[in-house]
C-alpha cells in the first residue's frame, strides 16, 4: 500500500500539472478549429470486381511508370488532387454522381 501523500507533495504534484497546460495565450480562440498536422484516414469499401479492376490498372501502371509497384493508396491520392484541380473532371464526377445518386 503506498503512504498518503503530504502536504508538500500533492502541492508539488498540482504545480507540476499547472506548469504543463497552455497560458492563455496559447490557447486556441474559442469557436476556431485548430488545424490538423497529421493525416486523415479514409476508408472505402470496394466490390471485389471494382477492387480487382483497380489492382489490375495499377499493375499495368507499374508497368507504365516502370516501378515495381504503384499503391492504390497513391493512385486514389493522385485522383483526388486531379478531383480538386481539373474543373473538366470536376463536372464529369459531378454528373455521374448525379446519375448515382438517383437510383
Known sequence: MTPPETKEQREER???AAA?????E???TPGRLASRSRPVRTT???TPSLHRRLKHWAGDAADALDVPDVPTAE???ALIHLLI??????DAT???LRERMKS
Open 14 to 16: 498540482m504545480a507540476r
Open 20 to 24: 504543463g497546460r497552455r497560458s492563455t
Open 26 to 28: 496559447q490557447r486556441p
Open 44 to 46: 472505402v469499401d470496394l
Open 75 to 77: 493512385v486514389i491520392r
Open 85 to 90: 484541380t481539373d474543373d473538366a473532371l470536376n
Open 94 to 96: 459531378l454528373k455521374a
